[in-house]
């Protein structure tokens, strides 16, 4: 889970601490980042495989406003950049969720680890 925990790491300041894998607890306080593992891919080579994967993450930020939201968009962009571990940014959507009255901004990045 190492690599789950430096996601985690590099998150949870732009959101006082509220960065949390798969789900938030109930009643969080909005603004807050939830991120998940997508897909998970080994690396394989005609003599099998080696100790390498390609991981897909998927970073959902959650904020009762579209410019929070969006502000928090550039804010993990800028903080992926920065971040120790290599990341490519793959694809980013935008929704409105009615039942909980939140913007929601997902951003999908490929790790290698």
Excluded: H
Aim: proline share 6%; aromatic share 8%.
């Amino acid at each position: 889970m190492a690599i789950e925990g430096d996601i985690q790491a590099v998150l949870a300041a732009l959101v006082g601490g509220r960065c949390y894998p798969m789900v938030a607890p109930d009643n969080t306080i909005r603004p807050y980042i939830i991120f998940q593992v997508v897909s998970n891919v080994p690396e394989v080579t005609l003599d099998g495989p080696v100790d390498t994967e390609n991981r897909r993450i998927q970073i959902d930020v959650y904020d009762p406003t579209y410019s929070g939201v969006k502000t928090l968009e550039l804010a993990i962009k800028a903080a992926m950049i920065a971040a120790s571990f290599t990341n490519i940014p793959l694809v980013s959507r935008e929704t409105y969720e009615s039942e909980t009255k939140l913007y929601r901004i997902s951003l999908d990045y490929s790790i290698w680890t």
